[in-house]
């Protein structure tokens, strides 16, 4: 049955809350009816997204060491062309640009965590060798292997798990996509958010009239306590941050923003107390200052954040078991349908999903694929190394696929180059204990690391894409097959922007940062060279998260707020203390719900246009403009003034949420 023109009406009352039992779940775009989809204008757009987000995303990257993730701008681009072509029914369409085009970010983030760390070694081991053949093929098998590994869990996550978790972002690009369609009441404070949202970080990244952070460093004690007790706050003063702690709500933010406080309140101070006049550096040759003369932020990045990288790790393994008879059923569907039987009949278009025939087929192709490129490109024709690589690489992705999709369901936030970094590990370990060191292992190692990384990232950024099909009622089957067409472009694309980069600045100079790929050479460096891993920080980390799920605390929320920076996770706290205030103020239930729901519109508007105009600002410092008041922010009194800024913000968000028409 074919959909006549018709307008939504935004989103159901029960899209963010758990159903009650009997309550079906009724998507935008009906089940019985058929949409345009995908056709030659989605397709070509999607192309076109992919394409220009991932040289952005790529460049972007590389010099600061964020991914802005794409799939809100190319939402809100999506909605812009449609509506200029004035193209009928236009929803499902720009759910596949948005899926093709948002491959940029995920493949973005896989290749640049791990792959400029071969130029920057190589400058140190000139007999290693790179190419663009190894950047594009591990990018685009790591890809495919993560849609096909996400697949069998779509149902449990986006489905089975209605109303559980947040799902951050994908509540923003729907939002966005529900606007452009529907106009009037939706349209308009989302744009008006949106507006606000883009300005202020625009001024912020461009021009500086304010800092990006406040910290407590900004007067005379605040320094001293962060020198003498190594004791520091900072919070991100940001539009879009702000509205991500809104939609992830107080109890997330609550438990991300406790593991924060715990490292940089308790943990910080006491490895400083602990180990002061030591130099620690078992794990780091390079390392040659005692504990007591760093920054609270060395101690962070060489210490602390490795017990984090523990307690995620032991927090995915304690989720993998727990989601074992997930994995299993997923695992034996794939068996029965092997084996001949048929997956059911009559099922409604909006929950096809691909067969698990083409998924069991297709990830056993991808494999030996992988295993052929390890054996010709990177092992150097060793049969038992690749053996064990695949093993390593087929283990890692497939148990710690549920780890990222729950990440990105819970705070949108893909902790993928913590789960990379204990890929490295264990791969250098286990490449060392087969025979295989010094520069071809180390080669080996990053790129079984970029393949993994690529697959985790994919499978987070995929299940963003298909709770937003899932909301408004698309087809999971066509952007499953289509989302393929986007990891080859994207691939493609990253693998070419990381050469001419590296061509053009050169990683290892320092020109460009690449602050997570000189991350992974530092630690992959001793690894091959006998040196040994931090195993004491990681066990910590993973007692502590066995501790914290006794105790019926997420330990994967907790773990997060340890490896991400404090200055992210506190605004979390604010924007879920806002959304708890403007939800419970009225005795009348509707009113608190009908705030709930325009802040969670106002905070979608925030990060959209906060992550659009950072893509304007980053291809303003791409073409060599540069309009930062550098002067003035290295003033504390810029801080004071972000201060000032980030309260107007938060009054405005309140005040708007807050004023809603009683029906």
Known sequence: MKAENEKPSGLPENAFRPLKPGEKYQPLMSPDKQYPEVNLWSVLWGIAMAVLFSAASAYLGLKVGQVFEAAIPIAIIAVGVSSAAKRKNALGENVIIQSIGACSGVIVAGAIFTLPALYILQSKYPEMTVDFFQMFISSLLGGVLGILFLIPFRKYFVSEKHGEYPFPEATASTQVLISGE?????????????????????????????????????????????????????????????????????????????????????????????????????WNPAITEAVSTMSPERIFSEYAKSIGIGGIAMAGIIGIVRSWSIIKSAVGLAAKEMGGKKEEANVIRTQKDLSMKIIAIGSLVTLV??????????????????????????????????????????????????????????????????????????????????????????????????????????????????????????????????????????????????????????????????????????????????????????????????????????????????????????????????????????????????????????????GGVNLLHEEWLANPLSEVAALVAYALLIIYLVKASMNVSKK
């Open 182 to 282: 529907k106009g009037g009441s939706q349209a308009k404070p989302l744009l008006m958010a949106g507006l606000i949202g883009g300005l202020y970080d625009f001024i912020v990244a461009t021009f500086g009239w304010w800092n990006e952070n406040f910290t407590t460093r900004v007067c005379g004690w605040g320094e001293m306590l962060a020198e003498k007790a190594k004791l520091v706050l900072k919070i991100n003063t940001g539009a879009a941050v702000l509205g991500l702690g809104y939609i992830v709500g107080l109890k997330y933010a609550a438990i991300i923003c406790a593991g924060s406080l715990a490292v940089w309140l308790i943990i910080v101070p006491g490895i400083s107390l602990i180990w002061g006049d030591q130099v620690l550096n078992a």
């Open 369 to 622: 694929l992988i295993a052929l490129f390890f054996y010709f490109d990177v092992m150097q024709g060793n049969l038992l190394h690749t053996a064990v690589a695949i093993i390593l690489v087929a283990g890692i992705s497939f148990l710690f696929t549920t780890v990222a999709a729950n990440a990105i369901a819970i705070v949108g936030t893909n902790p993928v180059s913590g789960m990379t970094l204990m890929t490295l590990i264990l791969a250098s370990v286990v490449m060392v204990a087969v025979g295989l060191k010094g520069a071809t292992g180390m080669v080996a190692s990053l790129v079984m690391g970029g393949v993994v990384c690529t697959a985790l990232s994919m499978a987070g950024g995929f299940i963003t894409d298909l709770k937003i099909g899932y909301w408004l009622g698309s087809t999971p089957a066509k952007q499953q097959t289509w989302k393929f067409l986007g990891t080859l472009v994207s691939a493609a694309t990253v693998g070419g922007v990381i050469m001419i980069l590296n061509k053009t600045y050169g990683f290892a100079s320092g020109a460009l940062a690449a602050p997570q790929a000189n991350a992974m050479a530092a630690v992959i460096d001793p690894l091959m060279n006998g040196v040994a891993a931090p195993w004491l920080l990681y066990g910590i980390g993973a007692v502590l998260a066995l501790v914290l799920t006794y105790f019926k605390v997420p330990a994967l929320a907790f773990a997060l707020g340890m490896f991400i920076p404090l200055e992210l996770n506190l605004p979390l706290v604010v924007g879920g203390a806002i959304n708890w205030y403007v939800t419970t103020r009225s005795k009348d239930e509707a009113v608190n719900a009908a705030r709930g729901e325009k802040g969670t519109l106002l905070a979608s508007g925030f990060i959209a246009g906060g992550a659009l105009m950072g893509v304007i600002s980053a291809a303003m410092r791409f």
